[in-house]
């Protein structure tokens, strides 16, 4: 199993980015798929989920109405689109699937400052 995230940088706050997570070594369209993040100092915190079929999303309530969790089941890629982004977004973000095995990717950095 391999998770590979992408599309982390520095963006000035109001502006967007999406992550990709791209998975392989399994059946992806099979497994419920989550964001997560931390920040410097603070425990790593779940930042939205999706299952399998891509039909159900939760978030956590300080990315309601600004982040957008989705996946595409032939490309095995997961995506975190951010939008209106605040200081308070900069962490290392993770992808992470669910399962009776847990598995991480590498993290990607995403910097929200003027």
């Known amino acids: 199993v391999q998770l590979v995230e992408s599309g982390g940088g520095l963006v000035q706050p109001g502006g967007s980015l999406r992550l990709s997570c791209a998975a392989s070594?399994?059946?992806?369209?099979?497994?419920?798929m989550s964001w997560y993040r931390q920040a410097p100092g603070k425990e790593r915190e779940l930042v939205a989920t999706?299952?399998?079929?891509?039909?159900?999303?939760n978030y956590v309530d300080s990315v309601k109405g600004r982040f957008t969790i989705s996946r595409d089941n032939t490309k095995s890629t997961l995506y975190l689109q951010m939008n209106s982004l605040k200081p308070d977004d900069t962490a290392i973000y993770y992808c992470?699937?669910?399962?009776?095995?847990?598995?991480w990717g590498q993290g990607t950095q995403v910097t929200v400052s003027s």
């Open positions: 992470k699937r669910a399962g009776f095995n847990v598995y």
């Open positions: 070594g399994f059946t992806f369209s099979t497994y419920g």
């Open positions: 999706i299952n399998g079929g891509g039909t159900i999303t």
